[in-house]
T-cell receptor, first 113, second 117 residues
């Protein structure tokens, strides 16, 4: 049973436009959510996170939105740049002994020049 | 600060052998977690260590084990290797327990690519 789902395996966006990556989760015990960017043969790079007590967090071109009632989060990248092309993973964690990250399956973002 | 380092970066073993992978966390981080990435299963949690104690373990067989040393460096061991153990093994460190650190943020190393023949 996938507790964290990224239903879009791939997304193509024109340079300068907005990229929106989506993620759904099922476990109500998750209270912290993260986005990672990954290139082949490298470890994931942390991008941005959000606690369940917030509904939005911004860091430069990256904004994460959390809709707890819908168990949905999204990552907005504005403006998109060709260097943003990578696989993006969302991850969720709980507290205490449930701090391990549960990852989605990833979305390949391609930003076209 | 230097990032998470993992050695070796690449490893080729044959079925039945055992392997030990090493991870050095970011300086000051005391929590180290291990993950396995495969094309079929994605990124899956193996175990987490904090202050030399295993705090949490994922759903992997007992052939997968780990330990953490007093300097927070960690090793994971896989015994009796199977073909299905071929994967990218990722180590992540977390500032959990560090004043001002967000304990749930984990920072990954480059991984060790293990190939079992």
């Amino acid at each position: 049973d996938q507790q964290v789902k990224q239903n879009s395996p791939s997304l193509s966006v024109q340079e300068g436009r907005i990229s929106i990556l989506n993620c759904d989760y099922t476990n109500s015990m998750f209270d912290y959510f993260l986005w990672y960017k990954k290139y082949p043969a490298e470890g994931p790079t942390f991008l941005i996170s959000i606690s369940s007590i917030k509904d939005k967090n911004e860091d430069g071109r990256f904004t994460v939105f959390l809709n707890k009632s819908a168990k949905h989060l999204s990552l907005h990248i504005v403006p998109s740049q060709p260097g943003d092309s990578a696989v993006y993973f969302c991850a969720a964690s709980g507290s205490g002994s449930a701090r391990q990250l549960t990852f989605g399956s990833g979305t390949q973002l391609t930003v076209l020049p | 600060k230097a990032g998470v380092t993992q050695t070796p970066r690449y490893l080729i073993k044959t079925r039945g052998q055992q392997v030990t992978l090493s991870c050095s966390p970011i300086s000051g981080h005391r929590s180290v977690s291990w993950y396995q990435q495969t094309p079929g299963q994605g990124l899956q949690f193996l175990f987490e260590y904090f202050s030399e104690t295993q705090r949490n373990k994922g759903n992997f067989p007992g052939r997968f084990s780990g330990r953490q040393f007093s300097n927070s460096r960690s090793e994971m061991n896989v015994s009796t290797l199977e073909l299905g153990d071929s994967a990218l093994y990722l180590c992540a460190s977390s500032p959990m327990g560090v004043a001002g650190g967000h304990g749930n943020e984990q920072f990954f190393g480059p991984g060790t690519r293990l190939t079992v023949l």
